[in-house]
């Protein structure tokens, strides 16, 4: 797996973590399902398979119980995710966020509520219902997408390997068989230290969006120089995004946060299509909600970052998610899908190259 560092630069101005990735927020774990069966010819129901899941939990407990803060910012509402408005209107995340292929959306939502309940013997009973958090993008180029083959198993298993360290990139879990400006795209990652070191800002990407002559990498026109090169048929396209962070963020600033990933977006060169469902969902892990609030006083004292100390955490932000997107290229691999639909991996010796031309590798 090769990540764009691994090509000789260092993007931003702010620091990495140590794993450069969202799990370097401490507490966040990310598990995969990565299903890859089949060639030839679509037999719908059969394959040829180039899907999967991806969760990632904010933190090890129950998260019904112990919800985190969390906000929603669509940049372009072209998409078919579940759970999207509960979060918006309470400001928290009660379950793991999973990411999936666009049709199956309503069975990963219902196997992550089957999870749900087997970890909570009140959901329905004695307390209320609850809000699966479940982001798609569509990869029905290269996997048989009506066949809906991501299942209840599959939801468990993910959640169940999700974990700390390093997180795999590229054709993995919900980015099996997704795209990014017409070369393979998938799932990417990244980090960054922000407000003096004391906190950190992860982003995960799953990443299916743009057309080639819009790729811009670390402001080289790469696009512009692989305009007709190694090219499939167009993708319209979408992009999920999720952020995370340790430092005690309220809702609202989530929702800044979570808006500025629209720049780190905008640095890769897109412009968000007509049919791109471009999502942003961002939490802290330690701005917690009790599912029972304790009797007494209904008011709640809680810590927040200053608003004077927040403009780290909006470049953290951008950074990392512009970041996350290139690794998602980089660390893919060329796929054959559904009758032998080809989509090339990023040439990376190309790239190597154009960076150098325009004096981004000393």
């Known amino acids: ?23 370097d927020v401490p507490g966040v774990k990310v598990g995969h399902v990565t299903m890859i069966e089949g060639d030839g010819p679509l037999v719908q129901g059969i394959g040829p398979i180039r899907t999967g899941v991806t969760a990632i939990l ?37 379950t793991p ?10 069975l990963v939502a219902d196997g992550l509520i089957a999870y749900m309940l087997r970890q909570n013997d009140d959901i329905g009973l004695t307390t209320g219902t609850v809000n699966p958090v479940v982001g798609e993008c569509n990869d029905g180029f290269l996997n048989d997408i009506r066949g809906r083959h991501v299942r209840e198993s599959h939801v468990f298993q993910a959640i169940e390997s999700a974990a700390t ?55 080289v026109p790469v696009g512009e120089h692989l305009r007709e090169t190694l090219l499939p048929e167009p993708s319209g396209g979408s992009i999920i995004m999720v952020l995370a962070t340790d430092a005690p963020l309220s809702s609202r600033q989530l929702r800044r946060l979570a808006l500025r990933a629209t ?31 304790p009797s007494g006083s209904p008011v709640d004292m809680v810590e927040r970052v200053h608003e004077e100390a927040i403009n780290s955490f909006f470049r953290g932000a951008i950074e990392a998610t512009e970041e996350a997107i ?37």
Do not use: W
């Open 263 to 293: 720049f780190g977006l905008a640095r890769t060169g897109a412009t968000c299509s007509n049919s791109s469902g471009d999502i942003v969902i961002a939490f802290s892990t330690t701005r917690r909600m009790t599912h029972d609030r």
């Open 58 to 94: 904010p933190h090890d407990g129950n998260l019904f119980q112990d919800k985190v803060a969390a906000a929603v910012h669509v940049i372009n509402g072209f998409g078919k995710s579940a759970g999207l408005m509960q979060v918006r209107e309470l400001g928290n995340i009660e």
């Open 326 to 362: 290139l690794n998602s290229m980089t660390a893919a691999e060329t796929m054959i899908g559904r009758d032998g639909h080809l989509v090339h991996a990023l040439p990376l010796d190309t790239l190597q190259e154009l960076l150098t031309k325009y004096h981004r590798i000393p």
């Open 97 to 106: 966020l999973l990411l999936t292929n666009t049709l199956n959306v309503p």
């Open 165 to 219: 360290g390093p997180v795999a990139e590229g054709n993995v879990g919900g980015g099996t068989g997704t795209r990014c400006y017409q070369f393979k795209g998938g799932i990417g990652t990244a980090s960054r230290k922000v407000a003096k070191g004391q906190f950190t800002v992860g982003a995960l990407v799953q990443s299916n969006f743009g057309t080639r002559e819009e790729l811009i990498v670390l402001g």
């Open 1 to 23: 797996m090769t990540r764009l560092r691994d090509l000789g630069v260092t993007p931003g101005h702010l620091p990495a973590g140590p794993l450069n990735a969202i799990t």
